[in-house]
């Protein structure tokens, strides 16, 4: 049971480069999630998907875009990158059902992204 | 909308020291408290959490309570370790149309040295 996987675990691009950051996971859950972290600045949610099938922005969403493939694979793309898409990226998943819809969030290794 | 403050850091403990980490939030209704641990180079791990108030959460020798007078969720450990160095994050998940978000503090990086 790997839990969430991410891939790369390290990248550098050239502004205006794309680039397609992935994660899967496999505990069967409903619920996945982007976030970046920069220093001082917390975690911010980029997109999420609260089910198969459906993507939703969340905190910081501009200058990407996700693809939910199938119930495991949850995937981020940066069309142009910019120098200020420079951070460490994180997937994460969630049983996605209850009250508190999401659940407890487990996350992936992270994948640090420069941007020149 | 719903937001966590959390003591800034960095701290710095030497080992069987007393840890507080203060954490307060702004939430409508009764969310979720969660505290995260990430330690260098890694991902975030769930440390503990409380889902209704008065709960106590704890794992490893940390705890939190879950106070909804004083919308606090301090982590607290009575003996730390050189190994507890890390970042420690608070958040909270809402209730409703909001619940699938976690929102974080910014993070306490706490350095515990021999």
């Known amino acids: 049971n790997a839990g969430v996987t991410q891939t790369p675990k390290f990248q550098v691009l050239k502004t205006g480069q794309s680039m397609t950051l992935q994660c899967a996971q496999d505990m069967n859950h409903n619920s996945m999630y982007w976030y970046r972290q920069d220093p001082g600045m917390g975690l911010r949610l980029i997109y999420y998907?609260?089910?198969?099938?459906?993507?939703d922005k969340g905190e910081v969403p501009n200058g990407y875009n996700v693809s939910r493939l199938n119930k495991r694979e949850f995937s981020l793309r940066l069309e142009s990158a910019a120098p200020s898409q420079t951070s460490v990226y994180f997937c994460?998943?969630?049983?996605?059902?209850?009250?508190?819809?999401?659940?407890?969030?487990?996350f992936g290794p992270g994948t640090r992204l420069l941007v020149l | 909308g719903d937001s966590v403050t959390q003591m800034e850091g960095p701290v710095t403990l030497s080992e069987e020291a007393f840890l507080t980490i203060n954490c307060t939030y702004t939430a409508t209704g009764y969310p979720s408290l969660f505290w995260y641990v990430q330690y260098p180079g890694e991902g975030l791990q769930l440390l503990l959490k409380a889902t209704k108030a008065d709960d106590k959460g704890s794992n490893k020798g940390f705890e939190a309570t879950y106070r909804k007078e004083t919308t606090s969720f301090h982590l607290e450990k009575g003996s730390v370790q050189v190994s507890d160095s890390a970042v420690y994050f608070c958040?909270?998940?809402?209730?409703?149309?909001?619940?699938?978000?976690?929102?974080f503090g910014k993070g306490t990086k706490l350095s515990v040295i021999p």
């Open positions: 958040a909270l998940s809402g209730v409703g149309a909001g619940s699938y978000q976690l929102t």
């Open positions: 994460a998943s969630s049983e996605g059902r209850g009250r508190h819809g999401g659940g407890t969030q487990y």
């Open positions: 998907s609260a089910s198969e099938g459906t993507t």
